[in-house]
Structure formats: C-alpha cells, structure tokens
C-alpha cells in the first residue's frame, strides 16, 4: 500500500508489460519471494491462491503470508476516477 506522495512509483508500476522499471526501486524479497517495496505503508505478502475469469480483467485471489505495517503515522496514496486524490477533511 503506497502513501501520499509515492505517485512516481504507482505511475511506474501502473505501466503495461515491460514498460515499468525496478531500477532506482528500493525493495527485498518477501517470505514468498515477491518483492517488497521499501517505504510503503504496508505490504501484503500472499501466495496465489486461485484465478478467476473477470470478463476483461482476472480475479487474483491471495492467501495472506505475512503482512507489514509502517510505524508512521502517514496518509494513504489514493487514485480515484483517474486522478490522486486526498483524505483531507
């Protein structure tokens, strides 16, 4: 889960095929052997746990190995209808 002011990486992993880059990405292998992005608000490490037809998308179903959550008291990134957006009161 990214925070607020990580759009760089978010726009970098949201890129098709190989057009994403992991150089200049700090990040370690999880217990499953997934990379793990470092200075994230948290991460979810799962094994994959079933596919699913999704019409033009597929269903990921995970099963939760590990998860990790950042001690800092920090805002989420979030992207809505296209733009980032805030929690912001």
Known sequence: MLADGQQ????????????????????????TGSPRLDGVLAVLDCELEQCLDGG???????????????????APLLHYRGVYASLAA
């Open 8 to 31: 760089e990486l978010s726009a970098n992993f949201a890129r098709r095929g190989v057009a994403c880059t992991w150089e200049g990405v700090e990040h370690r292998l999880g217990l």
């Open 56 to 74: 033009d998308h597929e269903i990921v179903v995970g099963r939760l190995r590990e998860l990790e959550v950042a001690g800092e008291d920090r």
